[in-house]
């Protein structure tokens, strides 16, 4: 059975996909030199996101991977829809 994803990853990827992030933006906002914090480092290591060309010399973009796209759209079916009272 695969493990679970944490909540810290899912905000992580959630991010990633919100919209175009490059590299340096990403790695600012996500990186940590605390080891209990090693989102950016994870999700590298289990292939959920990845690094590609920018449209711009030195603009490399981050972007989720195939298995990326498919934790978050798991998510999204799994949860309920929001229904404000």
Do not use: K
């Not at 906002?29 to 590609?52: K, M, N, Y």
């Amino acid at each position: 059975m695969p493990e679970p994803v944490s909540l810290l990853m899912v905000e992580f990827l959630t991010w990633i996909s919100s919209r175009h992030r490059t590299y340096d933006q990403a790695a600012e906002a996500w990186r940590s030199t605390c080891p209990r914090h090693t989102v950016w480092e994870d999700a590298f290591i289990d292939g959920l996101i990845q690094v590609t060309a920018g449209d711009a010399p030195g603009r490399c973009e981050v972007t989720l991977t195939h298995r990326g796209r498919a934790i978050l759209d798991e998510i999204d079916r799994a949860s309920p829809p929001l229904t404000l009272a």
